[in-house]
């Protein structure tokens, strides 16, 4: 069993990863979550190559019961959860009248309502203890809609306003709640294949590096209780906001 835990529930080739190896070489456990486990091998065996403890699990975090089952077995089998993160994105873009019903859905589970199972099942392991860390992921899409972003918009609205009651409501118990705004670019293959102009930008600091993400989260968990940071935005210098 581990001393401590770190939960990262979208724990994913960039930003998710970043915050994974982070959190491990800080001598934390690191449970790494994805909907497909086979997609976290590299992951895996890169926390492990740094002398990091990795526990890779898939899971559908829009799935209660799975998700009820994921948080049980960690604290049973690998440690008491001292930091959550949550990082899903489900970033698209559709033309409001191309925007079906179940694309919305299914951003707003991804998004939000996953969000609120990662939340939930924290509070619930981590209020006994009065203490841990739980920091939800969002985006500039947090606090302004843009162009054909409905749905994005719709669920990282709902995830920062679960963030702001969640922390309002645990904070006086001891839990630190933080919601991050990742306001930019972020360097990662996916940037660099759909937007080669934004990705050249790499060479002058104009897009986020990950590592550079993971330790901001990093500076959150180890805040004093009588500083905390709520809501943290990451841009980079050049971006206009």
């Not at 001393?3 to 190896?21: E, H, M, P, Q, Y």
């Not at 630190?176 to 293959?189: E, K």
Request: charged share 25%; glycine share 10%; with cysteine.
């Amino acid at each position: 069993m581990a001393d401590k835990v770190a939960l990262v529930i979208g724990a994913g080739d960039a930003t998710g990863g970043a915050i994974a190896r982070r959190f491990a070489r800080e001598g934390l456990a690191a449970v790494i979550v994805r909907r497909d486990v086979e997609h976290l091998s590299d992951l895996t065996a890169a926390i492990q190559a740094e002398g990091g403890q990795a526990h890779p699990f898939g899971v559908d975090a829009r799935r209660e019961e799975p998700m009820i089952e994921l948080f049980d077995r960690v604290e049973r089998d690998i440690g008491p959860l001292e930091a959550v993160v949550f990082n899903i994105g489900a970033n698209v873009r559709f033309p409001i009248e191309e925007t079906t019903a179940r694309v919305y859905t299914k951003v707003w589970e991804m998004a939000a309502f996953a969000g609120f199972l990662t939340g939930r099942e924290a509070a619930r392991r981590m209020l006994p203890r009065c203490r841990g860390t739980i920091i939800f992921t969002g985006a500039t899409a947090s606090l302004r809609g843009g162009s054909g972003f409905s749905a994005f918009a719709g669920a990282k609205f709902a995830l920062r306003a679960l963030a702001q009651s969640m922390a309002r409501e645990l904070g006086p118990k001891g839990i630190h709640v933080a919601h991050t705004i990742i306001d930019g670019a972020i360097d990662t293959a996916w940037i660099a294949e759909n937007f080669p102009e934004r990705h050249v930008l790499k060479d002058r600091d104009g897009i986020l590096n990950p590592d550079h993400i993971a330790d901001a989260y990093w500076m959150l968990h180890s805040q004093p209780r009588d500083a905390w940071t709520h809501e943290l935005d990451l841009r980079p210098w050049m971006e206009t906001f």
